[in-house]
């Protein structure tokens, strides 16, 4: 994360939330033009009531913002509290309280206790450094993950940085601001172009963004301009300020879009293209409403192709509005597949639809035949656990004497039938399953979100509990193409396998021995789990040997697995440890190699007669064929073999079902190809009779 000159940032706990920090500050060394945009909503919290007359201005120093307390509905007492916040920020750094800016998110109607937010302003100061995550997570609600990115540009010849940090989760709606958001810059430009770039900004980004459809009483949007990057100050129109524009534009639509991946319950992001409508005014209301529309959201939630209810929501809206717009002239895209057109339903492949709806992000286009204009919205689809979510959000919230708050998770307390359902058929599998010995490649979508590590974590953790013995392999590809790409690398892959030459096996076998391994043990050893990382050098694990791609072609430091050190496994699971496995081999020359974590899981779980081997995958399962295609639940060897003969199969699949094979005839009963981007599919397979994903057994 780039940091532009002069700004520092800090988050720290100040006893807001139990657990987690909740107090952000946002500093400039030196005075900065300030700009900021607001929530319309007539309830505005107290920071935002006293923010809005002071921007866009000069001189302005510090933003502070907390999360867990909205400020909001709180009569005079919360201007009072806002006041006390602003002189206590200045007094520590030094500054004039006019040159505090303030934010806060959280439950609305409960006074803040700003004693708290006093008393941990000097920490706060002496946090301050280049931590801009630190400051991204304090201000975290409902949302899974901190938001948080930078854009370089340059102005009159003078590189400068655009850093934001962002939050929101639910409560976002299409009016104005929608979110907290402080963009900071080193650029030099007035207050008056400031906020006017900034507005563009919004209206193009953070505007055309719902989730729920209800509008905060918190939300604010500020930027700080400190002129540190000495280009000349943009006071009008022309070159620079186009760049700056873009900048902006570019890096609020990517939080806006975090945003909407991020919302209460999501599983999915939709992004709605709305052209030929006769006005952008128009085309922006109809991506909005469609976004917004209950029904299409939760179509989405099911992986429904239901166009039905994408056009009768435009219809609506331009009944309503009068506008003149024929909804049977239009065109209806889902996922690129034109599902409606002038002369009425398309015929698709619903089933191979279906599954590409599952992917986490949802494209709908809809082409009216009116005009030329061209809008783009973003939202997310409408699961159950929003209810959940926004049940418990704040009915049973109390606060505490101290001013701290407490709830009580009541809606996760479901009705007795469905509890004893669930337990029956649980335990179950849980007896069935003690003492056992099963084997988890974690890999993809479900190494990256934060949620799905934390589920996946969790799965673990619990399964270990219940007296199932677990052994992990991991992946690292996004990691390494990172790290790769960092060091100015690119990477090269031939069906699946990655090209890995001597310069670039240090860089793998770091990435994955070393970080990914490590954050890995560390996520579950914080729920107790008793892992243990282990590359499969280590004991000499695993133990490998060079091998060429099927066309010939040299891969550079790749192998295969020829030998697995089952004692050494056995040693750690009788010890009661999960071994992670970093698939890092020993090759017969004594140096490293680089080996498919798919294989090393299916060897793994060979050696050690593992009665379940699971995959974690970024697809529902084993399709139909490559790209879409419904979902194939239960299969066997001689299909599998059928389906690669005829080309069914291909690419990184090709290379998981081959590791399946390997592990099916090296006596392993049952392997799972599970979707990892959906949170605790590991449980819902193993301990309920509907289970999830593709099946595959021996015949």
Known sequence: MRIPKGFRFAGVPCGLKPQRRDLALVVSDVPAAAAGLFTVNKAAAAPVLDGRGRVPAEGVRAIVANSGNANALTGPAGLEDVAAIRAAAAQALGIQKRAVLTASTGVIGQRLPADKVVAAMPALVAGLGEHASHAAEAILTTDTRPKLTFREVVLGGKPATLTAVCKGSGMIAPQLATVLCFVVTDAAVTPKVLQEALARAVDRTFHMLTVDGDMSTNDCVYALANGLAGNPRIAGPGADL???????????????????????????????????????????????????????????????????????????????????????????????????????????????????????????????????????????????????????????????????????????????????????????????????????????????????????????????????????????????????????????????????????LPVVEMVLSGKVNQELVALLNARDAGAVGVSGKDGQLIRGRKTLHESGRDLGHVGEVTEVNKDFLQLLLASNYIPVISPIGLGEDGGSLSINADDVAARVAAALGAKKLIYLTDKPGVLESPDDGALVRQTTVPDLLRRIEAGSVTGGMKIKVQSILTALRGGVERVHVLDGRQPHTVIAELFTDRGVGTLVTAG
């Open 242 to 504: 186009d760049v700056l524009q873009a900048a902006l534009e570019d890096l609020c639509g990517e939080l806006a879009r975090a945003v909407a991946a991020d919302g209460e319950g999501a599983t999915r992001l939709l992004e709605v293209v709305v052209e030929g409508a006769p006005s952008e005014a128009e085309a922006r209301d109809a991506a909005r409403a469609v976004a917004s529309s209950p029904l299409v959201k939760a179509a989405m939630f099911g992986a429904d192709p239901n166009w039905g209810r994408i056009l009768s929501t435009v219809g609506a809206r331009a009944g309503s509005q009068g506008w003149d717009v024929d909804p049977h002239r239009a065109r209806v895209s889902i996922q690129g597949v034109e599902v409606y057109g002038p002369s009425g339903p398309r015929e698709v492949d619903a089933d191979a639809l279906k599954v590409r709806m599952r992917e986490p992000r949802v494209d709908l286009l809809v082409r009216l035949a009116e005009g030329s204009a061209r809008a783009v919205g973003w939202g997310c689809d409408l699961s159950y656990d929003y209810v959940k979510i926004n049940a418990d959000y704040a009915a049973t919230i109390v606060q505490r004497p101290d001013g701290t708050l407490a709830r009580d998770d009541h809606v996760a307390n479901y009705s007795p039938a469905f509890k004893r359902t669930l337990l029956v058929e649980a335990l179950k599998y849980i007896a069935a399953f003690a003492g056992q010995v099963a084997v988890i490649k974690y890999g993809g979508a479900a190494m990256v979100k934060e949620s799905l590590k934390a589920a996946f974590a969790e799965d673990v953790a619990l399964l270990k509990r219940v007296g199932l013995k677990l052994v992990v392999v991991h992946g690292g590809a996004l990691e390494i193409n990172r790290t790769l790409e960092q060091m100015g690398e690119r990477s090269e892959f031939v069906d699946g396998f990655r090209v890995t030459d001597a310069a670039s």
